[in-house]
């Protein structure tokens, strides 16, 4: 597999950002560089055919991605570039106190990179604020266990 893992944030207030770099401290080391990277201002041409990503999102309005994530995923859905080299696994931070529209914003990039033929790792791990659980505490042992599937495929 590629060496090399690119995490993209999309928030709001912060909160994924602060699992992206828990994410970040857990697998980078010796044989994976892993960087994370604010979604502001990208488009399309992030997703360089081979490589190894993971989008973690949080959701805002009724069930959007957040700001900084629109310019990059209209871009996806207007330019609909063939995305078939690409692997990625999704981490969406939400709330169930919204039933209808809960981790949408991660659920959204998932349909949208499948549907240009990018491969999604393993599950998408869902965090649900009104849990009380810490996304960041949930994030280190599902990223152990998603970059293992990610090796192995
Ligand atoms: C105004 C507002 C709207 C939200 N809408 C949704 C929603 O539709 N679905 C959902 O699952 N979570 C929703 N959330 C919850 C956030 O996605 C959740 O709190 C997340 O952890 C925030 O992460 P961030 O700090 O990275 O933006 C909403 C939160 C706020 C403040």
């Known amino acids: 597999m590629s060496n090399a893992l690119k995490i993209l944030v999309g928030t709001m207030t912060g909160t994924a950002q602060l699992v992206a770099q828990e994410v970040e401290l857990t697998l980078d080391g010796e044989h994976l560089q892993v960087s994370s990277q ?24 009724q ?8 310019p990059l995923f209209l871009d996806l859905e207007a330019r609909r570039p063939d995305l078939s080299g690409i692997r990625y696994g999704v981490i969406a931070l939400g709330d169930k106190t919204y039933a209808d529209t809960f981790c949408f914003g991660g659920k959204k990039f998932d349909a949208l990179l499948a549907s240009l033929g990018a491969k999604r790792i393993g599950e998408m791990m869902l965090h649900d604020a009104s849990s009380g659980a810490m996304p960041e505490e949930l994030a280190a042992p599902w990223s152990t266990a998603w970059i293992a599937l990610a090796k192995a495929a």
């Open 38 to 61: 604010p979604m502001d201002g990208l488009d399309s041409a992030v997703f360089a055919p081979g490589g190894l990503f993971l989008i973690c999102t949080s959701t805002y309005g």
């Open 63 to 70: 069930g959007d991605v957040p700001d900084n994530a629109r």
